[in-house]
């Protein structure tokens, strides 16, 4: 027996290869669509915070410079000026206060009683005053002044201790110099721990 030939078996594959690459084509079609789809959601949902972040932004700025927060940031400002203003006055009040209970143990009585015993003949040219003693430095004509100044000052019960370091003399001018030691008998708290960390504060009072 002669085969029947099917004159439709071929046109009917080549059919169905077609369907199926079409179908293959539309999903493709699709799984792109779908990404696309997810990027511009993506990008949307970034570009949307961007904006809104700068709206805030921006109202935070114009905010900033409304006149009432502009007055108040002037405020804040006097007012940390203020207190740092303050705090420097302090400071310099204590350390005013600090130097002058320091300079109470040096008063006019004192160098008054200084001055009156000194003989006629000696001339007081520098006193050094530190914390625990006073060193006057004098010219006399007298080779014995020196001694007649201590004796005064002890009369006068002012230091624990006066002594001088000898005579200089000088010839040229026909003067003798030296140097008073003159202990304090009392020293206050301040000078006693100023002595104890071997610090001393110096006034120089030149005549």
């Not at 080549?14 to 959601?41: Q, R």
């Not at 700068?54 to 935070?60: E, R, T, Y």
């Not at 310099?92 to 001055?115: G, R």
């Not at 010839?171 to 140097?179: G, P």
């Amino acid at each position: 027996m002669q085969k029947e030939l099917n004159l439709f078996s071929a046109y009917k594959s080549s059919g169905s290869k077609g369907a199926k690459g079409g179908k293959s084509a539309k999903g493709i079609l699709i799984l792109s669509g779908c990404f696309l789809l997810v990027v511009l959601l993506i990008y949307g949902g970034l570009l949307f915070f961007k904006i809104n972040m700068q709206n805030q932004i921006n109202s935070i700025k114009n905010e900033l410079l409304t006149p009432a927060v502009k007055e108040a940031n002037l405020r804040i400002s006097y007012e940390i000026k203020k207190n740092e203003m303050l705090i420097s006055y302090i400071n310099a009040l204590n350390t005013a206060k600090t130097k002058f209970d320091a300079s109470l143990i040096i008063d006019s009585q004192l160098l008054n009683k200084i001055t009156s015993s000194m003989p006629d003949d000696v001339i007081m040219t520098d006193i050094n005053i530190s914390p625990v003693s006073i060193q006057i430095s004098c010219n006399s004509s007298n080779v014995l002044a020196p001694d007649i100044f201590i004796q005064a000052l002890n009369s006068k019960d002012l230091f624990s201790n006066v002594s001088y370091n000898g005579l200089k003399n000088n010839v040229e001018r026909n003067l003798f110099t030296f140097v008073l030691e003159c202990d304090f008998k009392e020293v206050t708290p301040q000078w006693k721990w100023m002595q104890e960390k071997n610090f001393y504060l110096l006034f120089w009072l030149r005549l």
